[in-house]
Nanobody, 126 residues
Framework: QVQLVESGGGLVQAGASLRLSCTTSGISFSRTAMAWFRQAPGKEREFVAAISRTGDSINYGDSTKGRFTISRDNAENTMNLQMNSLKPEDTAVYYC???????????????????WGQGTQVTVSS
């Protein structure tokens, strides 16, 4: 059974940092492209960052580029998102997503992903 479990969310002030983690089980992690998406209340789910199965290809959403860093540890079956210089508009539920693939691409399209975690809340106060 595939499981994706996000952790690391919380309440912080603007300008602070947070590190999210996505721990996976039940999948061949090295054959899985991964991504982070987020959804704020009343808004559509938004692409945050994606990483290829090898970690060699990375994409970021326009609103997070330069502040967020995605990474993965294939030995630990874990993906991380380092979020710096957080802004109130970063407030959302953050979801990790997984896509089985042999390709070496990082996928930014939500519908490309096969599995999703339950999400972790990130709240940034002004």
């Amino acid at each position: 059974q595939v499981q994706l479990v996000e952790s690391g969310g919380g309440l912080v002030q603007a300008g602070a940092s947070l590190r999210l983690s996505c721990t996976t089980s039940g999948i061949s992690f090295s054959r899985t492209a991964m991504a982070w998406f987020r959804q704020a209340p009343g808004k559509e789910r938004e692409f945050v960052a994606a990483i290829s199965r090898t970690g060699d290809s990375i994409n970021y959403g326009d609103s997070t580029k330069g502040r967020f860093t995605i990474s993965r540890d294939n030995a630990e079956n874990t993906m991380n998102l380092q979020m710096n210089s957080l802004k109130p508009e970063d407030t959302a539920v953050y979801y990790c997503a997984a896509k089985f693939t042999v390709a070496l691409a990082a996928f930014s399209v939500m519908n490309a992903y096969d599995y999703w975690g339950q999400g972790t809340q990130v709240t940034v106060s002004s």
